[in-house]
């Protein structure tokens, strides 16, 4: 009994020395800015994942749009009104780009890259309105005078022309 009451004493006295209370506290410490820093690295490395996607992003948009106006310069141009799916397209990428841009600034500020502030942006203008249809024109209305030379002409016509024998005057010529 005499060992243990005097290995409990050794183990007492290592424990509430103050050495001992000094070298678990800084190990505490330490732990604690070890796993602090590593939280702010992979803050950072988000941070960085997202700008990088931005990027990304609108590179692949830039480079969309200008296959897409190399494509239709091929094609004969039309001047019909933008499809709905476009319209909705273009409205789905603009409510896109207003959300991430505050997130994008906020990402880039934590990264030490100056960002400007964002703005909100207005709606795109319509690629091409459809073109009004042309008023038709107004019915020319006769004057008196054409109204009468008109008349003339008809009963000139009409006083030519031979009349036609029906089959019932000339049926009694059938039996001769």
Do not use: H
């Amino acid at each position: 009994m005499d060992k243990i009451k005097t290995q409990a004493g050794k183990v007492g006295d290592i424990i509430f020395d103050a050495e001992t209370g000094a070298t678990y506290k800084k190990t505490v410490t330490l732990t604690w800015a070890i796993l602090r820093e590593t939280g702010v690295l992979l803050w950072l490395v988000v941070c960085l994942l997202f700008v990088g996607a931005e990027w990304f992003w609108q590179k692949s948009i830039t480079l969309g749009q200008s296959t897409r106006g190399w494509y239709e310069g091929l094609n004969e141009p039309r001047d019909e009104a933008p499809k709905s799916p476009t319209e909705m397209g273009q409205s789905a990428l603009s409510a896109l780009g207003t959300g991430t841009a505050t997130l994008l600034y906020q990402a880039k500020k934590q990264l030490g890259i100056e960002a400007q502030t964002p703005a909100a942006k207005p709606p795109r203008p319509p690629v091409k309105p459809a073109p009004a249809p042309a008023p038709e024109p107004e019915p020319v209305k006769p004057t008196a005078a054409a109204i009468a030379a008109a008349a003339a002409q008809a009963k000139t016509e009409t006083e030519s022309v031979e009349p036609i024998e029906s089959e019932t005057e000339t049926g009694d010529r059938d039996e001769d």
